[in-house]
């Protein structure tokens, strides 16, 4: 099993950044393919970018790829998302996933932390 905790959100004024952070326990996640989605209200859960276990091959979301940049630590067994000129229309929470291929569907990610919250004020 393999526990994920998001954290590094918050309320942060349009034009900011914010590093998220996924930290993971209960085993590695070296050989896993990480990914971060995120959700509002309402809405199904988006994708957001994904990085592949050996750093090699990462990608993300078409309206977020110049903004958001998708990075890991397999010593730390971690994975971070750096988000930079924050939109309104970023508001979400956060989750990070763990799965054994990167992809931008949710249902291939096994493993799921709680969320963190990222508020984007104008």
């Known amino acids: 099993q393999v526990q994920l905790v998001e954290s590094g959100g918050g309320l942060v004024q349009a034009g900011g950044s914010l590093r998220l952070s996924c930290l993971a326990s209960g085993r590695t996640v070296r050989r896993n393919a990480m990914g971060w989605f995120r959700q509002v209200p309402g809405k199904e859960r988006e994708f957001v970018a994904t990085?592949?276990?050996?750093?090699?091959?990462?990608y993300s979301a078409d309206s977020v790829a110049d903004r958001f940049i998708i990075s890991r630590d397999n010593a730390k067994n971690a994975v971070y998302l750096q988000v930079n000129n924050l939109k309104p229309e970023d508001t979400a929470v956060y989750y990070c996933?763990?799965?054994?291929?990167?992809?931008?569907?949710?249902?291939?990610?096994?493993?799921w932390g709680q969320g963190t919250q990222v508020t984007v004020s104008s």
């Open positions: 996933a763990a799965g054994s291929y990167g992809s931008r569907d949710s249902s291939k990610y096994d493993y």
């Open positions: 990085t592949i276990w050996n750093r090699c091959n990462s």
